[in-house]
C-alpha cells in the first residue's frame, strides 16, 4: 500500500521537532498524527505539559503550536503493508532543508523511536547542530517498555522547555 505523509504541525516559533516514522494504517483512515487509541504519544503530551487531555484533534495540534512543538515525519512516502515500521519499502524523506530554513528557532529534534532516527540519518544531513534525541516509540508494538518508563523519557520535553 502506499502511503503519503501529513503535512507538519508547526508554527513560525516552533522551537522542538517530534518525528514519527510514517503514520499507520489507523492514522491515515483518520488523517491524524498518532490517531490509533492505543498509542501513548498525546497521552504523553498531555501530561508533560500539565494540560487536561483532550480527543478533539484541534485541540491537540493547539497544545502542541503554544508549547512551540512541531510534529512531523521521517518519511514523506513509503510503500507499506499495516503500520509497522519495519514492514516500510521504497521510501522517500521529507524535505528537512527547507522546513529547518522555515522554522529556525529548531534546535531540538526527537525521534518517536529507533527507526525514525534510522531513517533521519540515513536521507538527512544537517548543516546545523541540533540537539538529537531519540526517545522510545510511543507505539502499541513497543511493548517492551512500560507506559511509566517511556513516560519518563520522554519528559525530556518538559525539561527542554524550561531551559529555552
Known amino acids: 500500500m502506499k502511503s503519503f505523509s501529513f503535512a507538519p504541525i508547526s508554527t513560525n516559533d516552533s522551537e522542538i521537532l517530534i518525528l514519527g516514522t510514517m503514520p499507520g494504517t489507523k492514522s491515515l ?15 504523553f503530551i498531555f501530561i508533560i505539559l500539565n494540560e487536561d487531555f483532550s480527543t478533539d484533534y484541534e485541540v491537540r495540534k493547539e497544545i502542541l503550536k503554544k508549547n512551540k512543538i512541531a510534529v512531523w515525519d521521517v518519511l514523506q512516502y513509503c510503500e507499506r503493508i499495516g503500520s509497522l515500521d519495519t514492514a516500510i519499502k521504497n521510501e522517500i524523506a ?8 522555515q522554522h529556525p528557532n ?59
Open 29 to 43: 483512515e483518520l488523517n491524524q498524527y498518532y490517531g490509533h487509541k492505543q498509542n501513548n504519544f498525546w497521552k
Open 94 to 101: 521529507n524535505d528537512f532543508e527547507s522546513f529547518l530554513k
Open 106 to 164: 529548531i534546535k531540538t529534534i526527537l525521534f518517536n523511536g529507533q527507526k525514525a532516527h534510522a531513517f533521519f540519518k540515513k536521507y538527512v544531513h544537517l548543516k546545523n547542530p541540533y540537539q538529537l534525541y531519540t526517545l522510545p516509540s510511543t507505539s502499541p508494538a513497543n511493548a517492551g517498555k512500560t507506559f511509566d518508563s517511556k513516560l519518563s523519557e520522554w519528559k525530556i520535553i518538559a525539561d527542554l522547555q524550561n531551559n529555552s
